[in-house]
């Protein structure tokens, strides 16, 4: 009670503070209304105009808007202090927290309500149809009614759904959600809050949650020492499907225990999302590129550093989520690809926007290898195959959807929206995260990290690559691609040397003497690599020969993600059940078999239906059957406790690949008379690379992961 009142003194000193800086508040609102202009939100005086008209319905929202808020928030907090009392601590200080950040940015940032400006249509429905809260001497001392950046309403909404789900136990729980849904309908239609200040309350919540997260385990683990049962612990409430038992970091309990089908979905979720991006933002590269006041090939480096920043990263990523926890460093991950992703959908200028994007990738990279980990724990060693098969028919999924969702965003609502729509279903996914993933497994080693190592194999892996995206642009021969290409090759060998006198490197060069990893690396190199030039190589024949749009292009690839996405979940079971080699070499001479009819059957007439969509079906399914068992192959023996090192080192070979295929594909299209000639050119190549890797596929040994564990044999011949 004594926190209450002290809360509540705090609330309306605060509040007071800047209830006259009227001007400083409708100069915000108006700056606030060209951003949502720009963002091409909804205008809310057209969402009200749908309401006005039905007097029960703003009957309805009015009242929800001041008992739902005030009332419900005080039924929930005691509902939880009687019935629930081992989560009140926490959500007290959620809610505390997220009051009293709202309260900063009101003092830092005044801002009008909507319902102040009749003069833009607005109506205060409060006041018109009442109930008049603000009326009350009690509220109107109370209230500062330039406060409306971010929403408490939405805000206190979002604590009060969260609260509900984590603390209660049934089914029905989840209807929670509906409330602050309901309630960032209501601020809108009752024209209290602006768009913004419902997002903005999202944001604050979901990142006092993050922050809080330690602080409750730091909580639990001093319970637990109190009791004298510290023998590990757990970030979980005691929810429905998952064991609260605690377990040792020494000999973590069974993965399979740890994980539920709640966090499954979560995780997966994340994949989607992220995976998403990539498509979403080559659709929408034109829109971008037109926005500012900027050369192409400068706007290109939000794509180009995009990648030269993923595939520099991974392998810290990786290295870090097998020393600090796979879940802390994916919701981590997950976290600062929201941030990178707000900051692009605001980015004023080109330069911050290519830095936006820069995030982003820093996000992506932490949270890849993390993710695959935790996949690969959950699916223990015997079924690693098809945790790969899974993940890849996620991916490939949204790789699928990916050009036909960013087309229909870009094309109705701008490309900023295209990225701010990462923020509500993002943060969403990170509190379910939270919830629901384990965070107790991480190394026992405590050794100081090897911070110039990561830094060697940032400039090494970043120069590798920059040079091989750039030199199509810059020249092969040009001072900057040689200087690119001469740094990685130096810093490359100073990051292997280091690793090999360091007692925690951040490479572990001793996975390379376990045979499946290194063919599996080779073969991720050589041929999922590949398929970098190939989407590259098709598009630009699409776009020129065929005169389609960069969109109807990206669709109509699509096709083979989406057939070879669906295949990768069976294909990592077959690999798990009948061996890698008999997944993979049917898989490349399918491929191989495809290469060669695009190279021999497209001509210059388009043949859609009947020559192109058939030949890509069929490369789809060679993709399919290939691109997961080489992964898989890769991983399949390595150490539970270096997985996401082994996952992301693995991956490294693929990013690798595909950039060199590219620039290759590029340079043969270049040189090409025709389009088809390019084409021709392109798939040739591609097609030997492929061939190249088949006798490394057929060396691989043909029995099953299942069997090979099961006998307690030596690691696979390669």
């Known amino acids: ?85 081992a989560h009140y601590g926490r ?103 602006w768009w913004l200040d419902a997002i903005v309350a999202f944001g604050v919540v979901g990142i006092i949650t993050l922050l809080d997260t330690p602080i409750q385990r730091h909580l639990e683990r001093r319970k637990l020492r109190h009791h004298g049962h510290l023998t590990g612990w757990t970030d979980r409430a005691p929810t429905e499907g998952l064991d609260p038992t605690p377990d040792t970091a020494e000999e973590p309990s ?100 290519i830095a936006a994007r820069v995030l982003q990738a820093a996000g992506i990279a932490l949270e890849s290898p993390a993710m695959l980990a935790l996949m690969l724990d959950a699916f223990g060693p015997e079924r690693r195959a098809t945790a790969v098969g899974i993940t890849g028919g996620l991916g490939g999924i949204a790789a699928a959807s990916g050009p036909a969702i960013g087309g229909l965003l870009v094309e109705q609502v701008g490309w900023r929206w295209t990225f701010a729509a990462n923020l509500p279903i993002g943060i969403l996914v990170v ?62 060998r100073l990051l292997v040397n280091r690793s090999r006198e360091r007692a925690s490197p951040i490479i572990n060069l001793n996975l390379f003497s376990i045979g499946s990893f290194r063919s599996g690396a080779v073969l991720q190199l050589l041929v999922a690599g590949s398929f970098g030039g190939v989407f590259l190589t098709e598009l630009a024949f699409l776009t020129d020969a065929w005169d389609y749009s960069l969109l109807q292009a990206g669709v109509i690839i699509a096709a083979i993600p989406a057939v070879a996405g669906p295949l990768t979940v069976v294909s990592g079971r077959w690999a798990d059940r009948y061996g890698h080699r008999r997944v993979l070499v049917p898989g490349m001479i399918t491929m191989v078999a495809a290469g060669l009819l695009l190279a021999t ?60 295929t590219a620039a290759v594909a590029i340079t043969l299209l270049a040189r090409a008379d025709t389009a088809v000639a390019g084409l021709r050119s392109a798939m040739t190549m591609l097609v030997l690379l492929t061939v190249v890797a088949l006798p490394s596929a057929l060396r691989l040994s043909q029995r099953s992961t299942v069997l090979s564990n099961d006998r307690s044999s030596a690691p696979s011949r390669t």
Not at 94 to 117: E, K, N
Not at 448 to 475: E, K, M, N, R
Not at 632 to 645: G, K, N, R, T
Request: charged content about 10%.
């Open 431 to 492: 509190l379910a995260l939270l919830m629901f993933l384990d965070f107790d497994h991480h190394s026992a080693d405590r050794q100081l990290p090897d911070l110039f190592g990561a830094v060697l194999i940032i400039g090494s892996v970043g120069g590798l690559i920059l040079g091989i995206v750039q030199s199509d642009t810059w020249g092969y021969f040009d001072l900057r691609t040689l200087a690119a290409l001469a740094a990685a090759v130096t810093l490359g």
């Open 1 to 85: 009670m004594v926190l209450l009142l002290t809360g509540l003194f705090a609330y309306r000193a605060a509040r007071l503070l800047v209830r006259d800086e009227l001007v400083q508040a409708y100069a915000n609102a108006e700056r606030l209304i060209g951003w949502e202009r720009r963002l091409k939100l909804l205008n809310e005086v057209d969402v009200q105009g749908w309401f006005v008209g039905n007097e029960l319905a703003i009957w309805l929202v009015n009242h929800y808007y001041f008992y739902a808020h005030f009332v419900g928030t005080l039924i929930c907090v005691v509902w939880i202090y009687v019935f629930r009392p």
């Open 254 to 353: 069974d993965p399979k225990k740890t994980i539920s089908r709640l966090a499954f979905a979560a995780i997966g979720a994340a994949m989607v999302l992220t995976s998403l991006n990539f498509s979403i933002s080559f659709v929408a590269f034109s829109e971008i590129a037109n926005s500012f006041d900027a050369a192409t090939t400068t706007v290109s480096w939000a794509l180009t550093a995009f990648s030269i920043t993923v595939g520099a990263l991974i392998v810290p990523g990786g290295w870090a989520a097998d020393r600090y926890g796979r879940a802390r460093v994916f919701v981590v991950g997950m976290a600062v690809f929201l941030t990178g992703s707000a900051l692009v959908a605001i980015a004023p200028t080109v330069e911050l926007l």
């Open 601 to 660: 059957a497209v001509g210059s007439e388009p043949a859609l239906w009947t020559v192109w969509i058939p030949i890509n079906i069929v490369y789809a399914i060679g993709v399919g059957l290939a691109h997961t068992a080489c992964q898989a192959l890769a991983v399949s023996e390595v150490p539970e406790q270096q997985l996401a090192m082994g996952g992301a080192m693995s991956r490294i070979s693929q990013e690798v690949g595909s950039a060199l």
């Open 91 to 193: 959500i007290r200080r959620v809610l505390f927290a997220t009051t009293g950040c709202a309260l900063a940015i009101h003092i830092a940032f005044p801002l009008a309500p909507p319902r102040w400006f009749s003069d833009r249509g607005f109506v205060d429905t409060l006041q018109t149809f009442g109930p008049r809260i603000y009326d009350s001497e009690t509220i109107a001392n109370t209230a500062n009614q330039i406060a409306a950046m971010p929403s408490l309403h939405v805000g206190w909404a979002v604590i009060g759904a969260w609260a509900i789900i984590r603390a209660g136990s049934h089914p029905l729980r989840w209807l929670a959600l509906l409330h602050p849904m309901g309630m960032t309908a209501t601020v809108i239609i009752t024209a209290n809050h």
